[in-house]
């Protein structure tokens, strides 16, 4: 990844983002609303969590058919990814409550999910919400040699394939977290002297990730075996993170990887052509707007861009403050990309891969 950071333009010509912020700050003035989470948030926290930790313990007390074992791996791999969208994504935003320590405890349910607060924050409230898109910035858009997400990542003769293999290898994205991606962030990360805040004390990160994944595989792992057949427990083990993995991907890809969204690149100087918020609209898009379904257990991440202009407010806030966004990118003659079904924003996804992973030198 290269570590030269590039600039946002300061000057909006357009004042598109100080018009939105009047418009959607007087939304929750007028009606006397907080922008962190409320007992809708609170209530679906004990459905999720329900849905993580309920099929487990049942796998652990009642005997069962593997099938039925494999159905329920399947459910507590929905349920990891609801956790991780709807509670663990707010906590660390910081948007989840207004008390800082609710805050932490939320976003610290990141590690059941196989994760690391450090890393997440990192990667996530650091460099994807900064450097949206950016290649070589924007890690989220790393996916090694395998997967060529943009033009600019290098080509190879089985890229032309990717759009058949590349949705099959999304589900590993959460189990490379437990196993090796966490260890190897952390060492990048902390000789690049990133983090969210403070700059934390590198022992205790090192300490606690080693402690949190010893705590992980013993809940998920050495604990079942006391009660069911090992090669069920590890076969179980990756159907949970096979399923989760493959909608926490999913969700990402359909945001920022298609057609309509960008990857714009600084000039020589290391300055990015548009402002931050502009930035935003050019490098995200919505999709399914209108299904309450995917808005509610996508922890309205399917509000991809009012996620990006406003990730400290709660997502419960998105489908209300959406109409402000589009409103203005529209007076500001600005794009605001969404796909209206999440299978149209699937099949744009596909065709894009589809694109990149042709040769560059016979489609130029």
Known sequence: MDTNAPT????DSLKFFRTLNSRVNDYFKDNNIKK?????????????????FAPYFIILTIAMPFWLHLLLSVVIGIGMAGVGMNVMHDGNHGSYSTKTWLNK?????????????????????????????????DEDLDAGRV???????????????????????????TI??????????????????????????????????????IFYFSFWIVLPMIFVVWW???????????????????????????EETENPTPNELGEMTNTWAIHQLYTTTNFA????????YTGGLN???????????????????AQFVKQTAQECDLPYYEFQTMGSALIAHIKHLKDLGQNPLQTA
């Open 8 to 11: 946002f333009a300061r000057q």
């Open 36 to 52: 962190t989470g409320n007992w809708k948030l609170h209530l679906k926290t004990i459905v999720m969590f329900t849905l993580f």
């Open 105 to 137: 405890i939320m976003g610290g349910s990141i590690y059941i999910l196989a994760g690391n607060v450090y890393n997440w924050q990192v990667q996530h409230n650091v460099l994807h919400h900064t450097y949206t898109n950016i290649p070589g910035h």
């Open 147 to 173: 997967i060529r997400f943009t033009k600019e990542a290098e080509w190879s003769k089985f890229h032309k394939y990717q759009q058949y293999y590349s949705i099959f290898l999304y589900g590993l994205l």
């Open 176 to 213: 490379n977290w437990c196993l090796t991606t966490d260890f190897k962030q952390m060492g990048g990360y902390l000789k690049r002297k990133l983090s969210y805040g403070e700059f934390p004390n590198v022992n205790n990160l090192w300490i606690g990730l080693v402690i949190s994944k």
């Open 232 to 258: 069920k427990v590890l076969l179980g083990f990756f159907v949970m993170h096979y399923t989760a993995g493959m909608i926490l991907s999913l969700v990402f890809q359909l945001a920022h990887v298609v």
């Open 289 to 296: 707007p209108k299904s309450w379904l995917i808005n509610y």
């Open 303 to 321: 509000h991809q861009i009012e996620h990006h202009l406003y990730p400290n407010i709660s997502h419960i806030h998105y489908g209300k403050i």
